[in-house]
């Protein structure tokens, strides 16, 4: 493993050179793949990522767990986010490797059609989605906000943060999903689903 | 059932995970990964590429390059609409812009693919290419007419004797930036060889524009090409035609007999999809004193790229906006080395009314007059240009209810006097036109024996709600339960259709299935009439009523499905259509357009310009809506581009070499949950008998239009500050914010 850093490091150095002649050759035909055990919905998945491999692109492209979108691969539009014990993060900024006997839940988890989740049910409802692409992350990004806001975890819109109650206004549910970017815009049907959750309205 | 607030029929699937985009179907073997490489020079030639240490590297099937790509079509200009010409890609050593495709690199992974792609060693012989739009104004062309054989110039009157006689005038130079569509799903797809044909699972808006330019490029018969597309996370004009991503893709899955996909990643939608031209617009406003309009003039120039003629229609909603007798558009082209420009969601209208609709703030700044009475005194009673009346203008309506709701009349008429602690409020308006659109589709509707009807056309859903709103139209159509019936688009064995933009795919899509279901109706009537074991063997079918699943005639009834399953026990079918506009002569009789009037409250920070919108209201007359909560969806989806539009968006080039510097969502700004208040959208009931003979006009592109200038009229109205330089950002606001009392 270490080797294989010290090599991709000389790789990613180099690249930016015309001359790439200094990498050593034998060094990039190892098979740089991992066997790993990822606990994904509740059950154990194992399978072999080259190292390279987000959890995103496990869960899409070695899992089949298609669910989760790929919109940046940057960390910048949110619709990777998927639950890791617990927590919303974007998938497409850690690698797979580091997720051994992590808790991952993804939106398959949630719910599925004829018993949906109240977060899916109310963005149904409130049509706070056009296209769909970034709705699950939309989604799994509400429920870790939900559990971080319950624990009273402040954000940049808490009036006074050493509360430990949280009111989740509007303004707080804006601040705390502006992690997750619609192009269509449906963000004030997201804010009303997200809302009608938070009070807890219909399930 | 049409005009309901049906949730979306696809939303279970899509709140779920479970809605299939283009990059993740299956079919077939393993697919391999295909990365694309884009040319680091804006103009030039490639002198030679390596690919020796390409191939070497791990997992590595192919690397295509002009080198060894396979001869392709032409771009045919003879073929009527771009969208479904040819888009050859790696056909010649030439780089037309920065980020055109010079490889795709197929690997068994996408890491391995991704990391080869970084070692394909090109070189090149640079050009001096040209950037640098405001430098190159000298440069401009007359094109020789805009989509549709719409002349690029109109005058009529005298503009220049109607200014000097007014007795107020405007005369005001504006720019707006380039744009980008950015849809949350890059383009992607999947092309899977079966012998001779390709299966190609791409991510578009016009699924018979994708099967004719991929055939037309690889020199295929449209035949052996089908092209699935199911859901498309999003568009906005970016996915009208397919790029790169697909011709390459299918290159490769053609030259390896092996499923292949390839998405392009962020940065690369901005350097090898498209881009919404860069604008200088001048505006001329002549009024007299009483606020009536003698002279309008609206001279639009745009970039295009210089191989690739495109010219965004920008000056043609000012043609039918308001009325003077005296009025000037024109319309000229810089050709660049830029990114080629395409249609990026309301194409025209958006740049062109943020700019025509902050000149009209500004008229009614110099009159003192209220700017929504200037516009109500402005109404022309038919179109002033075409001379034809107006199918179904409500315009003034928008903009009375639209004040009445939004309390209008606690705006000050003079800027910079409403504070709110360290907030400096103000109020703007503006108006919205857009026009109608209609365009050749064809859906199927096929009855069942289980009297499920279900509705077939390669129209597509880009989250526009096509699913459900053709669900509603075939249940009122056949007096089904929604639940009843079946929509499947966006298969290129289904009836073709011109698809998903310019907002015409509802009007299209609605309007052929109502036909379809007419004609079906009339099919099931013929048939138990006609059948002595029918109930309604022998009656008059003049009266009868579908409702229910069933068919009743004077209390008579039998249910669909046991028509069906008697006379044609595989199904009954009926296809409808519509037909291009040219030859539907409502459309050369009247100016068919929708309307709408928006409302925006910003507030900008009276020490550091910070602008944030703290309401909006728009007010739309549409026709008829086809569901209430999709259409407000919409058009509340398309405010926010204009909120973005006035207050973010803004592709910045790189002088060096032509490409774009800000190439990601981090970078280049849309709005963000935190960006966006509460924001409204009301429909008028309509109905416009002239657009089609459900009444229904498309909704996907109004809401921008004009929304942005309500936004830069609103923070004039807050700060004193009218900013021309799009988009409206704190260093331009700063300088000008009046001294705050301490």
Known sequence: ?203 | MIGQALNRVDGPLKVTGGATYAYEFRDGDQPLYGFVVGATIGRGRITGIDTTRVESSPGVHLVLTHQNAPAQGARDLSVPFEYWRAYPTLSSPDVHHHGEPVALVVAATFEQARTAANLVDVEYAAEQGSYDFAACQDQAYAPESLIFGIPADTAVGDVDAGLRTAEVQVDEWYTTPYEFSQPMEPPACLVVPDGDDLVVYTSCQIVDAARASIAATLELDPERVHVVTQYVGGGFGSKLRIHGETILAAMAARALQRPVKVALTRQQMFSSVSVRPTSSQRVRLGAERDGRLVAIAHEVTMHTNRHVEFIEPTATATRSLYAAPNRLTSTRLVPLDVLRGEDVRAPGEAPGLLVVESAVDELAHALGMDPVELRIRNEPTVDPERGVPYSDRHLVECLRDGADRFGWERRLPEPARRRDGRWLVGYGVAAAIRVHLQGPTKAAVRLGPDGIAVVESDMTDIGTGTYTILTQVAAEGLGLPPDRVRVELGRSEFPPSVGSGGSWGAGNSSTAVHHACTALREKLLAAASSDVRSPLHGLDTAGAVFSGGSVSIDGASEALGEIVTRNCPEGLEAEGETVLLTEEPNYGAYAIHTYGAHFAEVGVDADTAEIRLRRMLGVFSVGRVLNAKTARSQLIGGMIWGVSQALAEEGVVDMRSGGFVNRDLAQYLVPVHADIPEIDAVMLDGFDDKANVLGVKGLGELGICGAGAAVANAVFNATGVRVRDFPITIEKVLPGLPLTEV
């Not at chain 1, 959890?55 to 089949?64: I, Q």
């Not at chain 1, 790929?70 to 993060?89: E, F, M, P, W």
């Not at chain 1, 601040?175 to 997750?180: I, T, V, Y």
């Not at chain 1, 049907?189 to 399930?203: F, L, M, S």
């Open chain 1, 1 to 203: 493993m270490l080797r294989w850093i010290a090599a991709r490091r000389r790789t990613v150095l180099t690249t930016s050179k015309a001359d790439e002649t200094d990498i050593e050759p034998g060094l990039r035909d190892i098979p740089e793949l991992s066997m790993i055990t990822l606990r994904i919905n509740g059950t154990k998945r194992d399978l072999e990522v080259d190292t390279r491999t987000t959890l995103l692109d496990a869960l899409r492209e070695h899992l089949g767990l298609t669910g989760t979108k790929k919109g940046c691969d940057h960390g910048q539009c949110g619709a990777c986010t998927v639950l890791v014990n617990g927590r919303r993060i974007n998938s497409c900024l850690t690698l797979a490797v580091m997720h051994e006997d992590d808790e991952i839940v993804t939106i398959e988890d949630l719910g599925e059609p004829g018993h949906l989740h109240p977060l899916q049910a109310a963005f149904v409802e409130c049509d706070g989605f056009q296209c769909g692409y970034c709705t699950s992350g939309q989604i799994c990004s509400a429920v870790g906000m939900l559990a971080e806001a319950a624990a009273g975890w402040p954000s940049h819109a808490t009036a006074d943060v050493s509360s430990s109650q949280i009111a989740l206004t509007d303004e707080e549910i804006r601040e705390r999903m502006s992690g997750n970017v619609c192009r269509c815009a449906a963000y004030p049907n997201i804010v009303a689903a997200i809302r009608v959750v938070a009070e807890g309205g219909p399930t």
